[in-house]
């Protein structure tokens, strides 16, 4: 006869065993090392529901919602990994499981693993093909650039610009170049410069750094807010051996801010010299049209006289003749006019070299000790040595004191 106080209820049962696994502190926080198997994603909770199994065995285990948020990368059927959390007792079914807080996969770092299966996911979808890519414009008015405020990529593009087109403008859009905020920046800066069309070209860039340091672009927001762009753009992130998704979905990828900014603007000698091919060709197509026309009444006067039409021609001469004076000038006005123009044009591309600028009173100051160039009163420090450039010649100088403001 069995003992009614030795009997207890499913529920009982199960209770106890899961406050007996609660108890146990070998099972509160273990690594546990194993393939995925049988993985479901519970789209309206987002909770993970998967198994891990090795050569002899298999554990069921759970991930909510918020640890699965956290992941970089996407679990896999067949993917090796060590997973983190504690194995407790289902009660409504009695069965233990592992409840996961963390995966890693095994063998592979899990950001790196994230941007492949990225990159992979965009390329499935077409987005790297070049049929997608934009032409760059030969001569941008304007070129919006999306980096931090404060580093070197800023800098380094607008020296280029003053020195290879300075009738571009550079217009700064500052963010983040990495951390929580700088992907929701980015996009925005894409968004922005599209929505005012107010550049003709973008680059978007950092210096180099980890693949955690770069990680903002790659981002599936920002890469798809580079492809949805209607203005071209040139991703300028890392060195030259930095890859990232941006460099993939952009129109153009440049190894270095300062070879973007090469990439976007023309050389002004090269624009120069094409000026001066152009007015050669269109002197040379006046003369050459001139003459066919010549050419064509002497001959049709000949056919006539040789046709014993030769009064109507006397009647009518002094029409042509003036006709032909009417075309040689209207010819040589449209000249002159495009060599107004590319006169003012040689005359502003002057004014904006160094050697005008020095003309007109200003100088250039440089750090003998480093070679660069001082724009702010923040790159000095009072008793270094500087050179200052004017335009007949370099005063060297030693700083003994530092104001802020204008005098």
């Known amino acids: 006869m069995v003992q009614s106080r030795n009997v207890v209820t499913v529920s009982q049962l199960n209770s106890y065993i899961k406050a007996t696994f609660d108890q146990d502190e070998n099972l509160r926080r273990l690594y546990v090392t194993g393939e995925i198997s049988n993985f479901k994603r519970h789209y309206p909770s987002g909770h993970l529901y998967f198994s891990l199994k090795d050569k002899n065995s298999v554990i069921r285990a759970v991930m909510f919602s918020s640890s699965a948020e956290m992941l970089s990368f996407e679990p896999k059927d067949g993917m090796n990994v060590v997973v983190c959390g504690r194995v407790s007792c289902y009660e409504a079914s009695g069965q233990?499981?592992?409840?996961?807080?963390?995966?890693?996969?095994?063998?592979?770092?899990?950001?790196?693993?994230?941007?492949?299966?990225?990159?992979?996911?965009?390329?499935?979808?077409?987005?790297?093909?070049?049929?997608?890519?934009?032409?760059?414009?030969?001569?941008?008015?304007?070129?919006?650039?999306?980096?931090?405020?404060?580093?070197?990529?800023?800098?380094?593009?607008?020296?280029?610009?003053?020195?290879?087109?300075?009738?571009?403008?550079?217009?700064?859009?500052?963010?983040?170049?990495?951390?929580?905020?700088?992907?929701?920046?980015?996009?925005?800066?894409?968004?922005?410069?599209?929505?005012?069309?107010?550049?003709?070209?973008?680059?978007?860039?950092?210096?180099?750094?980890?693949?955690?340091?770069?990680?903002?672009?790659?981002?599936?927001?920002?890469?798809?807010?580079?492809?949805?762009?209607?203005?071209?753009?040139?991703?300028?992130?890392?060195?030259?051996?930095?890859?990232?998704?941006?460099?993939?979905?952009?129109?153009?990828?440049?190894?270095?801010?300062?070879?973007?900014?090469?990439?976007?603007?023309?050389?002004?000698?090269?624009?120069?010299?094409?000026?001066?091919?152009?007015?050669?060709?269109?002197?040379?197509?006046?003369?050459?049209?001139?003459?066919?026309?010549?050419?064509?009444?002497?001959?049709?006067?000949n056919a006539l006289e040789l046709c014993g039409v030769s009064s109507d021609i006397d009647l009518n001469l002094l029409k042509i003749s003036q006709l032909k004076e009417n075309l040689k000038k209207s010819c040589f006005f449209a000249l002159e006019n495009l060599e107004i123009r590319y006169k003012n044009l040689e005359k502003r591309l002057h004014l904006c070299s160094e050697e005008s600028i020095l003309k007109r009173g200003f100088s250039r100051i440089v750090n003998l000790d480093s070679g660069k160039i001082i724009s702010s009163i923040k790159d000095i420090i009072e008793g270094e040595d500087v050179a200052i450039s004017l335009c007949d010649g370099t005063v060297q100088c030693k700083l003994t004191e530092v104001k802020t403001g204008r005098n």
């Open 96 to 301: 233990y499981q592992i409840y996961v807080e963390k995966i890693q996969p095994e063998g592979v770092g899990s950001v790196y693993l994230a941007f492949e299966q990225l990159k992979m996911k965009l390329a499935e979808e077409g987005l790297f093909d070049e049929s997608l890519k934009k032409p760059l414009p030969r001569f941008p008015k304007c070129i919006g650039v999306v980096t931090s405020k404060t580093g070197a990529v800023i800098h380094d593009i607008k020296t280029v610009a003053a020195k290879r087109y300075p009738l571009c403008e550079i217009m700064l859009y500052p963010v983040e170049v990495q951390g929580e905020k700088a992907e929701k920046e980015i996009v925005q800066a894409i968004e922005y410069f599209n929505k005012k069309s107010c550049v003709d070209v973008i680059i978007v860039g950092r210096g180099g750094g980890s693949i955690e340091d770069l990680w903002a672009f790659n981002k599936e927001s920002v890469a798809r807010a580079v492809v949805s762009s209607k203005i071209p753009i040139i991703s300028a992130v890392g060195h030259e051996t930095d890859f990232t998704i941006c460099d993939f979905v952009s129109d153009r990828r440049a190894a270095t801010p300062s070879a973007a900014a090469e990439m976007a603007l023309p050389d002004a000698s090269y624009v120069k010299i094409m000026i001066e091919d152009f007015e050669n060709r269109i002197k040379s197509l006046v003369r050459q049209k001139t003459a066919d026309c010549e050419y064509f009444l002497k001959s049709s006067l």
